[in-house]
């Protein structure tokens, strides 16, 4: 280890000069400078106190820390080949195990499975409503046999826009609004409602504050928000002869 440069690139991380870390340690400016040039070596209490006066100490300054991998070629993977499934799975990332998602590449031969010998024992429920057209139709349509072993019958297949399957929501959303004293919201406010009815309230409640304050009232109450969005144009004549 290079004790002289790791003090160096320490000292100007915490931005002190020679002079400031020699006060510091009371120590000199050119013991300082002969230190970080390997001109002379410290004792051990010496290091210490200077190591204290840089934030760390001398158990973290010689933990010397090796670079992690975060770039793997194929001579990194670790497989396994499994011939009675006929499968091969490759661990593209060996250290990944402590990261929240590991990668890894599966393949499969003709006729290969990944737990049992038998294709499509287990089907996840995204590929049935996928096989089922609840996604939109598919490139080519579905293998009868996929279907079958998904339990999916003729009469089930989504055969139209999948859009058109949603019941609408839009009068809905807008008598919820008007029912928190909104009723006259516009199709964006009602859209924003939908997707976050919390913050989309509090949005148009402030929203309405400020308005209200451009108008000249001051400090607006529950009551003068609830009349502002009821009926702006009363609401104005209303405060303005306050």
């Not at 009675?84 to 003709?110: C, G, H």
């Not at 006729?111 to 096989?131: C, H, I, Q, S």
């Not at 406010?189 to 949005?203: G, T």
């Not at 451009?214 to 702006?232: F, H, I, K, Q, R």
Request: glycine share 6%; with cysteine.
């Amino acid at each position: 280890m290079d004790i002289g440069r790791k003090l160096k690139d320490l000292r100007v991380r915490k931005g002190l000069t020679q002079e400031e870390l020699a006060d510091r340690a009371e120590l000199t400016k050119g013991f300082i400078s002969q230190l970080e040039r390997n001109l002379t070596s410290p004792s051990i209490a010496t290091l210490m106190d200077i190591l204290q006066c840089l934030g760390t100490n001398i158990g973290d300054f010689f933990n010397e820390e090796t670079e992690e991998q975060v770039v793997f070629s194929k001579g990194d993977y670790f497989e396994k080949l499994d011939g009675e499934l006929k499968n091969k799975i490759q661990w593209i990332i060996p250290n990944a195990q402590k990261n929240v998602m590991e990668p890894i590449l599966l393949t499969l031969e003709p006729g290969g499975n990944v737990m049992t010998g038998e294709r499509y024992k287990m089907v996840p429920d995204e590929f049935k409503k996928l096989a089922r057209g609840e996604f939109g139709r598919t490139p080519q349509p579905v293998n009868p046999e996929v279907l079958e072993k998904c339990g999916i019958k003729e009469e089930d297949l989504v055969t139209c826009r999948p859009a058109d399957l949603l019941e609408p929501g839009m009068d809905k959303f807008k008598a919820e609004l008007a029912a928190k004293g909104f009723p006259n919201a516009s199709e964006e406010d009602v859209l924003s409602y939908a997707l976050f009815p919390a913050v989309a309230e509090e949005f148009f409640k402030k929203r309405t504050v400020k308005t209200l304050k451009e108008l000249g009232v001051a400090n607006p109450t529950d009551e003068d928000v609830l009349l502002y969005n009821l009926d702006a144009e009363v609401a104005k004549k209303f405060f303005a002869a306050k």
